[in-house]
């Protein structure tokens, strides 16, 4: 029959198994650890509970007798239990005497078992509540090694107590619990010796100490949440310190690899440049002696010549940087389609003046192939490409072969150039399209081409690539693949017998000069000094050609083309610009927009006339071309 007291030891034992359970769990954590004791305590305490509900019931003496020494044991265990945990949790190592006082009270469980020894054959039996007790009487041993228990709690609990006094966190708590053990052991260890009919208090006892260890664990829950808090607070600044701190680090880096590109790219030029320079100047201070002396040197006109080159190979510097940053309107490729065998016979026609006789060339074009880009752009890739396999091969070797193939794979053209030469090493396969960066020796190139052939391809959605090993290297050129070529006209249009009138507009004063000198022989030059000035002159007169220069004051080329387009719209088809830099992406839009040829410093006769017949074939072409209905 079930009455307070019963249902209060039932409690206390459920209550101890859930807390030991509770502990069991957070002891899993390495900080937590010292709380996997405290439930074994908490379990053992359960036990001793659940075997006190037999001193309630009308059970055998001998079932009592047994109930009663396993609750003995359990008590035994519960105290040394207590000492281990306040070692661990106050972090003390334990004394050699203190060893021997556990190992010694150790043995007093295995005594609470043997038959006689702790309780004798009589029964103790009191009343309280209206529960009836009934108890072995316990022998002198087992009054003694009650004794001895209790007062082995009360090390733990001095201990604790000098733990408060020292300000340690937790430490009332615990001195709480075990007091109120202590408390509940003495008045039960009296009641049950005959001193009093009073219901027994251990399992309340059991109850509140276990209670105060949930709220310590509690509390150890709850302070380990707000410093857990508090780090990720602390880990999150710091993460964001740190990433800011990477992100201006590789912020800094990327500077610091811009300038040394921007100083090796320099270095490059500048070693490209100052060489072809020289020689100008040389040629030009050396005519300039022999003239102030009075003399015409023989070899003038070789000097001159020597100087002409000079300034046309630093022009074709020039040129190919613009194109490899794809920043001038001429320089990159257009999207027209075309023939890929024609460009591959074109540029083994330019390539096979480089070839030594030791080298053989064979040609595979699976079929009529087209591609979309410029084909004279097309022919100076693979130009560059069919030139340097030739020279990868050692001019030790008596024969090589160089095989340039072209295939169609689903919506691409691939040509692959192919050299059975030295092969690449890894370094230079991943410096082989940084600019002024080669292999050959001094003098033979110039570092360029390769960067520039990629440049030419990409612009028109295409890939260059190297696949090398000992003895082969292979360039593959994938560009996007066209169904039908484009018909084009190649009928050029001659410039009439006579010479042209001319308006040349440049504000620079040298470079006009320049230009006037050297156009005063192919035209009637008439000159303007800005766009102001070329207007002006466009009121009153006409002029077969407009020249200007297309970074100017006063609105520049746009503004020129404007007006013209506004006041003198039959000079749009011989209107050309010609610049010196490299054209913002607005300008560049502009001119192809509306098909307005532009030139590269510095200025050849030869292609200027060259650019005014195919403004005017285009502008006949447009003009022929059928006017779409209304």
């Not at 390539?351 to 591609?371: H, M």
């Not at 260059?464 to 994938?478: C, H, N, W």
């Not at 050609?545 to 749009?572: C, H, N, Q, T």
Request: hydrophobic fraction near 45%.
């Amino acid at each position: 029959m079930l009455n307070v007291p019963v249902v209060v030891t039932l409690t206390a034992a459920v209550f101890g198994l859930c807390v030991g359970a509770l502990a069991f769990l957070l002891g899993g954590s390495p900080r937590w650890s010292r709380y996997r004791i405290l439930s074994a305590s908490a379990w053992t305490a359960s036990v001793f509970c659940a075997l006190e509900v037999v001193s309630t019931l009308p059970v055998r003496p001998s079932t009592l007798l047994f109930a009663m020494q396993l609750e003995g044991a359990c008590a035994v265990l519960y105290v040394i239990l207590w000492q281990v945990y306040t070692d661990r949790y106050l972090k003390l190592r334990p004394r050699k005497w203190e060893l021997a006082l556990r190992a010694a009270v150790g043995l007093l469980a295995g005594a609470w078992l043997v038959p006689g020894l702790m309780y004798d054959g009589t029964t103790v039996e009191f009343e309280a509540l209206g529960v009836a007790y009934h108890y072995p009487t316990p022998t002198r041993a087992g009054a003694a090694a009650f004794a001895i228990e209790v007062l082995c709690l009360v090390l733990p609990l001095l201990r604790y107590v000098r733990a408060f006094r020292q300000g340690t966190e937790g430490a009332a708590i615990h001195v709480a619990a075990i007091a109120t053990i202590l408390a509940a052991a003495i008045h039960d260890a009296l009641v049950v010796t005959g001193v009093g009919d009073r219901p027994l208090l251990l399992p309340i006892g059991v109850i509140a100490s276990v209670g105060s260890l949930i709220v310590l664990l509690a509390r150890s829950f709850v302070a380990d949440a707000r410093q857990l808090d508090h780090l990720t607070h602390h880990l999150e600044q710091v993460a964001a310190d740190r990433t800011n701190e990477l992100v201006d680090a590789e912020a800094a880096l990327m500077r610091a690899e811009k300038l040394a590109a921007l100083g090796r790219l320099s270095a490059g030029v500048a070693h490209e440049v100052n060489n072809p320079a020289a020689a100008v100047a040389g040629n030009i201070e050396y005519l300039r002696q022999e003239l102030e002396a009075g003399r015409i040197p023989p070899d003038a006109l070789a000097s001159i010549d020597d100087s002409l080159d000079a300034i046309d190979r630093i022009a074709k510097i020039v040129r190919q940087l613009l194109d490899l940053g794809r920043a001038a309107t001429t320089a990159g490729p257009s999207t027209r389609t075309v023939s890929v065998s024609r460009a591959i016979q074109k540029a083994l026609g330019t390539a096979r003046t480089s070839f030594r006789p030791s080298i053989t060339v064979t040609t595979t074009v699976s079929g009529e192939l087209f591609a979309r880009g410029d084909e004279a752009a097309l022919v100076q890739v693979l130009v560059n490409l069919l030139v340097n396999a030739a020279q990868a091969i050692p001019t030790t070797r008596t024969e090589g072969k160089v095989a340039i193939a072209a295939t169609e794979e689903g919506e691409r053209i691939v040509i692959a150039v192919t050299d059975d030469g030295t092969g690449m090493t890894e370094d230079t396969q991943r410096r082989l399209f940084d600019p002024f960066f080669t292999t050959k020796p001094f003098g033979e190139g110039t570092g360029l081409g390769l960067p520039l052939s990629l440049g030419i391809v990409r612009s028109i959605g295409g890939d260059l690539r190297v696949e090398s090993r000992p003895g082969q290297t292979t360039m593959f050129v994938d560009l996007p693949a066209s169904a039908t070529p484009t018909t084009t006209s190649t009928e050029r249009l001659r410039l009439h017998g006579h010479r042209r009138t001319m308006l040349l507009v440049e504000d620079d004063d040298r470079v006009r000069t320049a230009l006037a000198r050297m156009l005063s022989s192919a035209f009637i030059l008439e000159i303007a000094s800005g766009v102001e000035a070329a207007v002006d002159r466009l009121r009153h007169e006409t002029f077969d050609v407009v020249l200007s220069d297309w970074k100017m004051p006063d609105g520049g080329g746009r503004r020129l083309y404007e007006e013209i387009a506004r006041r003198r719209p039959d000079l749009m088809k011989s209107l050309l610009f010609v610049t010196g830099g490299v054209l913002s992406d607005a300008d560049a839009s502009f001119l192809e927009r509306h098909h307005a040829p532009v030139l590269q410093k510095p200025l050849v006769v030869e292609k200027l006339l060259d650019a005014i017949r195919r403004a005017e074939s285009d502008a006949s072409l447009r003009s022929a071309a059928p006017s779409s209905p209304p």
